[in-house]
């Protein structure tokens, strides 16, 4: 069985799964399991321009689909509220309306030029995540600059540590492949050396991964823009977006301060709230949340799938959050897994 097929039994598994909840959550079923509200996590938000090979189509959705969205949970009971709202939210009692905050990670131009306007037509709150190297363009977009190197290529060159290996990927399955394979390499070694070594291969097949940057992220001065808008927040997300649960507690601090400090030279004003870069539990633990606390953010957010509730008040620094995922653009998904339902199924949830 080809990588292609199992990743599509995989979705068609999940798909199913959340058609489900929301068959429950129709039903009244289980209403306990939504919590008090979601945190909902997103990056881009741009019309969608079709390729062959989209190893971060996850990553993405059209502006028409979150305007589905927003008006989905507006019709399923959400209010929408800003996320350094929460923490107030999950001290109060007696509140049966579930909350819904939207948050946005890496600061990119389509946060700004599609979603901004959904956003406002629907009166929604929401946080942009902005990590310093890439708005300072100090740090280049490794999964981006990767996707488009096998975009381009038939053959590239990486050493996986044993040597230079030249790798076949002309088919897309074989690019689906090798981009899981640098991946993963790149998550269990020195992340800042593969991301570099990704560059340095781009650069050989003249791909610049500066202009990957400048393409796709907001500059300071679009982040003034953006968050003029009474409607957004600037949240803190480090400066080189490397995996926090890898780094020494120094480098951790540094980097959460060194973004804190960034947001608030932008904005005038500390940022209250801070999102852990890839956010599952490889990339952060609680010893990270512990120094988020320290740092001084009121609230921080994983990506580790969950709802929230009363109990979350406890683990205010790592927060988990629902994924609108670019795969299963689906309205009735998004109720399913809104409800709560599937996390009742799932061991070890958050």
């Given at each position: 069985?080809?990588?292609?097929?199992?990743?599509?039994?995989?979705?068609?598994?999940?798909?199913?799964?959340?058609?489900?909840?929301?068959?429950?959550?129709?039903?009244?079923?289980?209403?306990?399991?939504?919590?008090?509200?979601?945190?909902l996590t997103?990056?881009?938000?741009?019309?969608?321009?079709?390729?062959?090979?989209?190893?971060?189509?996850?990553?993405?959705i059209t502006?028409?689909?979150?305007?589905?969205?927003?008006?989905?949970?507006?019709?399923?009971?959400?209010?929408?509220?800003?996320?350094?709202?929460?923490?107030?939210?999950?001290?109060?009692?007696?509140?049966?309306?579930?909350?819904?905050?939207?948050?946005?990670?890496?600061?990119?131009?389509?946060?700004?030029?599609?979603?901004?306007?959904?956003?406002?037509?629907?009166?929604?709150?929401?946080?942009?995540?902005?990590?310093?190297?890439?708005?300072?363009?100090?740090?280049?977009?490794?999964?981006?600059?990767?996707?488009?190197?096998?975009?381009?290529?038939?053959?590239?060159?990486?050493?996986?540590?044993?040597?230079?290996?030249?790798?076949?990927v002309t088919?897309?399955?074989?690019?689906?492949?090798?981009?899981?394979?640098?991946?993963?390499?790149?998550?269990?070694?020195?992340?800042?050396?593969?991301?570099?070594?990704?560059?340095?291969?781009?650069?050989?097949?003249?791909?610049?991964?500066?202009?990957?940057?400048?393409?796709?992220?907001?500059?300071?001065?679009?982040?003034?823009?953006?968050?003029?808008?009474?409607?957004?927040?600037?949240?803190?997300?480090?400066?080189?977006?490397?995996?926090?649960?890898?780094?020494?507690?120094?480098?951790?601090?540094?980097?959460?301060?060194?973004?804190?400090?960034?947001?608030?030279?932008?904005?005038?004003?500390?940022?209250?709230?801070?999102?852990?870069?890839?956010?599952?539990?490889?990339?952060?633990?609680?010893?990270?949340?512990?120094?988020?606390?320290?740092?001084?953010?009121?609230?921080?957010?994983?990506?580790?799938?969950?709802?929230?509730?009363?109990?979350?008040?406890?683990?205010?620094?790592?927060?988990?959050?629902?994924?609108?995922?670019?795969?299963?653009?689906?309205?009735?998904?998004?109720?399913?897994?809104?409800?709560?339902?599937?996390?009742?199924?799932?061991?070890?949830?958050?």
């Open positions: 069985m080809t990588a292609s097929i199992k990743r599509l039994a995989k979705r068609i598994a999940i798909a199913g799964g959340l058609e489900t909840a929301n068959l429950l959550r129709a039903t009244g079923a289980m209403r306990g399991a939504r919590g008090l509200g979601a945190i997103l990056h881009h938000v741009r019309p969608h321009e079709q390729a062959a090979f989209e190893p971060n189509a996850h990553l993405e502006p028409e689909f979150l305007d589905l969205v927003l008006d989905r949970l507006k019709s399923d009971g959400y209010r929408f509220v800003a996320l350094e709202e929460v923490p107030a939210l999950l001290s109060q009692t007696g509140s049966d309306q579930p909350f819904a905050a939207f948050t946005l990670d890496d600061g990119y131009r389509n946060n700004l030029v599609y979603a901004l306007p959904i956003f406002e037509k629907h009166n929604a709150p929401f946080t942009v995540f902005v990590a310093k190297g890439l708005a300072e363009r100090t740090h280049t977009i490794w999964w981006e600059t990767l996707a488009a190197l096998l975009r381009k290529e038939e053959k590239i060159g990486f050493d996986f540590g044993s040597g230079h290996e030249m790798l076949d088919t897309i399955d074989a690019k689906e492949r090798v981009f899981a394979r640098i991946a993963s390499h790149l998550h269990r070694h020195d992340e800042r050396a593969a991301a570099a070594a990704i560059d340095m291969m781009a650069r050989q097949h003249e791909i610049d991964p500066d202009e990957i940057v400048d393409d796709l992220v907001m500059t300071p001065a679009e982040l003034n823009l953006l968050e003029a808008s009474p409607l957004a927040t600037l949240g803190a997300h480090t400066v080189s977006h490397r995996a926090m649960s890898r780094l020494s507690d120094r480098e951790v601090h540094d980097e959460m301060t060194a973004s804190r400090d960034y947001v608030a030279a932008v904005t005038g004003e500390r940022p209250g709230s801070f999102a852990y870069p890839y956010g599952t539990r490889e990339a952060v633990t609680h010893r990270q949340a512990e120094i988020a606390r320290e740092v001084g953010f009121a609230i921080a957010v994983t990506t580790q799938p969950g709802v929230v509730t009363q109990r979350s008040l406890g683990s205010i620094t790592y927060l988990p959050r629902l994924s609108i995922n670019g795969l299963y653009q689906n309205v009735r998904y998004v109720s399913g897994l809104a409800s709560g339902i599937p996390f009742r199924f799932t061991p070890n949830r958050p």
